[in-house]
């Protein structure tokens, strides 16, 4: 199964179409960190991290891991080491809290761009995540919470993101 981003304000998947939005400055195969672009590419999905202080574990089949106060997601471009990865907060690597005061991520899937071979500096924390206003994001693609959880139940693990 694929999800396909064919435009900045709809994602597609199967017959579903929700309403969404990207990175304030679009869509482009020339990400940088810090610079409001989606990256355009066919990228995997990983687990979901939810607050289950907020919301009680939703149904899906993708692996599901509970956001605490003390996990957030490495941007420091001078940590090679832990660039792009879920991280410890004691650790003194500037990161993405994802232990949020807003409801934004208190649903979010790490979109695999820039995974398996991780450069530092070509961008971090591009996340399927929860909008109320569809604003533009930082990069991420952002649905509202009816649709992400309608969204959870359609993909597994094997789920790719088409972002056109």
Do not use: Q
């Amino acid at each position: 199964m694929t999800i396909i981003l064919k435009n900045k304000h709809s994602l597609k998947i199967d017959s579903f179409k929700f309403k969404c939005c990207v990175g304030k400055k679009g869509i482009s195969r020339k990400k940088v960190e810090g610079d409001k672009k989606t990256p355009k590419g066919i990228f995997g999905l990983e687990k979901l991290y939810y607050r289950n202080d907020r919301i009680k574990k939703p149904f899906t089949k993708l692996k599901c891991i509970k956001i605490t106060k003390n996990i957030g997601w490495c941007n420091n471009v001078k940590d090679k080491t832990n660039y792009n990865k879920l991280i410890n907060t004691k650790k003194k690597s500037i990161h993405e809290k994802l232990c949020r005061k807003d409801f934004k991520y208190d649903l979010l899937i790490p979109i695999k761009y820039n995974w398996k071979k991780r450069i530092p500096g070509k961008g971090s924390c591009i996340f399927l995540h929860l909008t109320k206003t569809y604003k533009p994001t930082a990069g991420c693609i952002a649905l509202s919470k009816k649709d992400f959880l309608i969204m959870l139940r359609l993909i597994n693990k094997k789920t790719k993101i088409k972002i056109c």
